[in-house]
């Protein structure tokens, strides 16, 4: 266990040592914008974490139960299309459950979880060592939607799967998700690799708005946690009963979006700066973007991945992809 902190420590000094004036610089940047916005990776601090474990339980969501029942259904064609031997590289591993439900099937040879909620992730890992004892596991604390700059005993290791379930990848806008792919490609390096990705897919606006405001407010909490975990990174005085959660599903750019709504008019301060957001003003906290099948193949085509496999759900709500480099 100590062994991973000094491992993380050292890694996140020489590589990232200035997250947290750059998470500052990027939130003023962010709230002081006409149309004031922050990046969805501020919802993960650890009760944010917990609330995002929380959502998944419920009926409305839809999403983490298909997924796992299509990762249950096709287990063995999965490991069969993966192969043996693998290094299965989890990128957003949150609790390491999605990883580890896979580990009796694909018997990957080294498992390396990767999660910016860092405290969150070792207690996991510490859990997932008494269940596996003959996995190796490299937990790697850090930003991947920044950089995917690996540590070298992960980078040299061959055979790297690249695992990104639960349509995370829906929360970067088409462009960002082209680049994504591309890095993840590059990482694979050149004596091939693939990716495993989980992503929602298109539906009803009904499920959807279900799906993001559901009836016990368990969303609602996890959107508004983000002004908790900004006051603690920023200094900024935000209050929560100020704000008010809201979902909405924008057509024209296939996505829900998640706002956080001024109840009132609301002076929001820290060191150095403040912005005025009148009743009714927005911050704009979320996109999930929601693919056709033949959406997210062109994607994956278009940034490197090809040989494809798909599984899906009986009511094609949701699809998981094999894809190789080329
Ligand atoms: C983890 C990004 C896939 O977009 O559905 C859940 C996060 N937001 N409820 C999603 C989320 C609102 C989730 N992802």
């Not at 474990?53 to 249950?72: G, K, P, S």
């Not at 999965?78 to 896979?102: F, M, S």
């Not at 899906?312 to 699809?319: I, N, W």
Request: a neutral charge.
């Amino acid at each position: 266990m100590s062994h991973d902190i000094v491992d993380f420590e050292t890694y996140r000094t020489e590589k990232f040592g200035s997250d947290r004036e750059t998470a500052r610089l990027e939130l003023i940047n962010g709230l002081s914008r006409p149309k004031a916005r922050i990046a969805p990776k501020y919802f993960y601090d650890a009760l944010g974490s917990k609330l995002f474990e929380a959502i998944c339980q419920l009926d409305e969501y839809y999403l983490t139960r298909t997924e796992v029942a299509i990762f249950a259904d096709h287990a063995a064609e999965i490991a069969e299309v993966v192969g043996p031997g693998t290094t299965l590289i989890d990128l957003g591993a949150g609790n390491c459950e999605k990883a580890a439900r896979l580990f009796p099937a694909l018997q990957p040879n080294h498992y390396v979880p990767v999660d910016i909620s860092v405290e969150f992730l070792l207690r996991a890992v510490e859990a997932l060592r008494k269940s596996y004892p003959q996995i190796p596991i490299h937990p790697v604390g850090f930003d991947f939607s920044e950089s995917l700059a690996l540590p070298a005993m992960v980078r040299k290791r061959s055979k790297k799967l690249f695992f990104y379930p639960g349509s995370s990848l829906g929360n970067f806008s088409p462009l960002q998700a082209a680049q994504f792919l591309t890095r993840i490609r590059a990482a694979c390096g050149e004596r091939g690799g693939a990716l495993l990705l989980g992503i929602d897919l298109v539906k009803p606006v009904e499920v959807l708005d279900a799906a993001y405001d559901d009836a016990l407010g368990v969303t609602a909490a996890f959107n508004l946690n983000a002004l908790r975990h900004i006051n603690r990174l920023l200094g900024s005085d935000f209050s929560v009963r100020d704000w008010q959660h809201k979902a909405v599903f924008n057509a024209a750019q296939s996505r829900m979006e998640m706002h956080l709504h001024a109840r009132r008019d609301v002076t929001v301060t820290w060191p150095g700066g403040a912005r005025e957001f009148s009743a009714g003003e927005g911050i704009h906290t979320e996109n999930s973007y929601k693919y056709s099948r033949r959406a997210i193949l062109d994607l994956l085509q278009r940034n490197g991945f090809g040989e494809t496999s798909c599984w899906s759900d009986a009511e094609s709500r949701y699809l998981v992809c094999h894809a190789r480099t080329i």
